[in-house]
């Protein structure tokens, strides 16, 4: 969930960034230059291949971030885990003896 979250954020900052972005390099481009010029068509693709690329970045950020506060932060989990690994403990010793 948290992975998912900061993904659709991070995500949605990338999309108005670079499509501004991309705005702003097609207007300030030469007024000469027709649409199909292959260097207008080089920069709107390189803002595209970003804009993926960030969203990638986003989501597997957001999952290590998740993954860490989980391990290492999260207090809920500590007790828990500790009683599961007593019980297991428990019924290892009683299924040897």
């Given at each position: 969930?948290?992975a998912?979250?900061s993904?659709?954020?991070?995500?949605?900052?990338?999309?108005?960034f670079?499509?501004?972005?991309?705005?702003?390099?097609?207007?300030?481009?030469?007024?000469?230059?027709?649409?199909?010029?292959?260097?207008?068509e080089?920069?709107?693709?390189?803002?595209?291949?970003?804009?993926?690329?960030?969203?990638?970045?986003?989501?597997?950020?957001?999952a290590?971030?998740?993954?860490?506060?989980?391990?290492?932060?999260?207090?809920?989990?500590?007790p828990?885990?500790?009683?599961?690994a007593?019980?297991?403990l428990?019924?290892?010793?009683?299924?040897?003896?």
């Amino acid at each position: 969930m948290v992975a998912a979250v900061s993904a659709a954020l991070q995500c949605g900052l990338a999309v108005l960034f670079l499509l501004s972005l991309s705005f702003v390099f097609a207007l300030t481009g030469d007024s000469a230059r027709p649409a199909s010029d292959p260097i207008l068509e080089y920069g709107m693709t390189v803002v595209l291949v970003a804009l993926i690329l960030c969203a990638i970045f986003a989501f597997v950020s957001g999952a290590f971030t998740a993954f860490l506060f989980n391990m290492f932060v999260n207090p809920r989990k500590i007790p828990k885990l500790a009683g599961q690994a007593r019980a297991f403990l428990s019924r290892a010793q009683s299924s040897v003896q």
